[in-house]
């Protein structure tokens, strides 16, 4: 299985994320996306962060009948930086064949990440071009290090080797939406989302089972 994870806020989760992991997914020749809802940015201040169930619900909502799963995993696993998880990741599946993908935005500031170079010796990364950020993205202190690693999106959907580092650069329409604007727009989204569980009562389902990761505790088999 060749699986994408697509790690961020989803605050609330929009058609862009669901737009791109599906461009992703037909470009890189993979099976699936997982979305990884962070339980907080360790980069992002709290303010204005809705409770992570709502993100997920939001998340859930976009993902419909797309080959796309959302997980609260990290909150399952108590990891806030991406490289923690990652490995667990790899430990709990390690038949799976994963790569990150991020929004241009997200390569700008990854020199900022915790153990960003072990996080692209672990997996390949393909980054997503976004609008008002290829400027701030070429010029990254992790450009810099990446672009040595460059491979074409062609090679890629080969399945031959599935080596890292190696960076993929992907340009699809570019698209727009912003959780940002949306915020913006609607500063109360989380408040019509219902009903939500608490925060306590999200469970992670195995993955394999392709089970929604959402669920109120009370009514879980
Ligand atoms: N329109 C888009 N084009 C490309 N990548 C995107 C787009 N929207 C989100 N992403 C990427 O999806 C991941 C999760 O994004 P996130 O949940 O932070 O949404 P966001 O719209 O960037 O939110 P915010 O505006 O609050 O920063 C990040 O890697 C981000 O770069
Ligand atoms: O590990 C880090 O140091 C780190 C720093 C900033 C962001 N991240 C991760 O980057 C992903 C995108 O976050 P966001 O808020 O831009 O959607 C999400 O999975 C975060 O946990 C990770």
């Keep these: 299985m060749r699986i994408g994870l697509l790690g961020g806020s989803f605050n609330p989760a929009h058609g862009g994320h669901r737009?791109?992991?599906?461009?992703?997914?037909?470009?890189?020749?993979?099976?699936?996306?997982?979305?990884?809802?962070?339980?907080?940015?360790?980069?992002?201040?709290?303010a204005g962060m809705a409770p992570l169930p709502a993100r997920v619900k939001s998340a859930i909502a976009q993902a419909r009948r797309a080959p796309i799963k959302v997980t609260a995993i990290e909150q399952e696993l108590g990891t806030r930086y991406t490289v923690d998880t990652l490995r667990a990741l790899r430990r709990r599946y390690p038949k799976a064949e994963f790569v990150w993908l991020m929004g241009s935005d997200n390569l700008a500031q990854f020199h900022r990440w915790k153990d960003w170079r072990g996080i692209a010796k672990m997996m390949p990364i393909a980054v997503i071009a976004r609008p008002g950020y290829e400027g701030q993205a070429a010029a990254s202190p992790a450009m810099a290090w990446l672009g040595r690693f460059r491979r074409s999106a062609a090679k890629f959907r080969q399945r031959g080797e599935w080596s890292a580092p190696a960076?993929?650069?992907?340009?699809?329409?570019?698209?727009?939406?912003?959780?940002?604007?949306?915020?913006?727009a609607d500063p109360e989204w989380a408040s019509r989302l219902s009903?939500?569980?608490?925060?306590?009562?999200?469970?992670?389902?195995?993955?394999?089972?392709?089970?929604?990761?959402?669920?109120?505790?009370?009514?879980?088999?």
């Design 19 to 46: 737009r791109v992991s599906l461009s992703a997914r037909s470009a890189l020749g993979l099976d699936e996306v997982w979305w990884l809802v962070s339980p907080g940015n360790p980069l992002k201040p709290n």
């Design 195 to 221: 009903p939500i569980p608490p925060r306590d009562q999200i469970t992670h389902h195995p993955i394999e089972t392709g089970h929604i990761v959402l669920q109120d505790k009370a009514e879980a088999p």
């Design 167 to 184: 960076l993929v650069t992907l340009r699809f329409d570019p698209d727009s939406r912003s959780a940002t604007a949306i915020r913006r």
